[in-house]
């Protein structure tokens, strides 16, 4: 999020933004991350939800906010929980 914010502010002065919201809209995967780690302005949320309506039933965008998300359920141990050296006991094969 703060790259992409970044880099919508500095298309919008730079008289860009057109080419830019269009490089955004054709990523295969977007994924959103550091969602909400500071408050966004007007801009940058109008600015968002033109990248998000450009992608909406054309290309997937991972994010929290995104109502047609599919949810998908895991069960079992966490790979990253079992392979990290933190949770592993000093007998625990590797």
Known sequence: MPRLGHELHVARGD???PRVLTRWAKIDVLILDDWG???LGAQER???LDVLE???GER???DRVVHTA???I???ESMRKK???LTRGPDSAT
């Open 74 to 76: 895991l069960n079992g």
């Open 60 to 62: 997937s965008t991972l």
């Open 46 to 48: 109008h600015d968002l």
């Open 37 to 39: 780690l500071t408050p």
């Open 83 to 85: 392979r990290s050296p």
């Open 54 to 56: 450009d992608r909406c």
């Open 15 to 17: 008289s860009s933004l």
């Open 70 to 72: 599919h949810h998908i």
